[in-house]
């Protein structure tokens, strides 16, 4: 059996990241490590930066990371994360949360297959496309 988790790299606002996420799915981070952890050579400042975390909320898993720190980082439109829901007012509540600072890109429409779905860019850059599956 094979599981694909996504990994996000938030440079340099990981430890915000998972905070807010934790508040959106009201789930918990399960593992930090930290660069002063690792055997990567950093700066002093980015030391407590986070090399690896881990977040799980039910259903929703994924990897986060600062990234190394002269790794570049930009965010394109190619990758979005869906989550799907089967209670409309739990969607609700998580899209109000991640649109704060974030850009809604399309709001709540019917779809052909009979779903409720609406798209979100997080503030940290994120696509998130909620689906209400009825």
């Not at 905070?19 to 952890?37: A, H, L, N, P």
């Not at 965010?75 to 704060?100: A, C, H, R, W, Y």
Request: hydrophobic share 35%.
């Amino acid at each position: 059996m094979k599981t694909l988790v996504a990994y996000f790299t938030i440079k340099g606002r990981t430890e915000e990241a998972l905070k807010f996420y934790e508040d959106c799915f009201g789930g918990q981070t399960i593992f930090v490590q930290r660069y002063s952890e690792t055997p990567y050579q950093v700066s002093e400042a980015y030391k407590n930066k986070i090399a690896h975390a881990e977040f799980k909320a039910e259903n929703v898993h994924f990897y986060i990371s600062d990234g190394f720190e002269k790794e570049e980082i930009s965010f394109g439109n190619g990758i979005g994360m869906t989550v799907n829901f089967d209670n409309p007012d739990e969607q609700k509540s998580v899209f109000e949360k991640l649109k704060i600072d974030g850009n809604v890109t399309f709001d709540f429409f019917q779809t052909t297959i009979d779903t409720n779905l609406v798209c979100v860019i997080d503030k940290f850059g994120v696509h998130w496309y909620l689906n209400y599956v009825k």
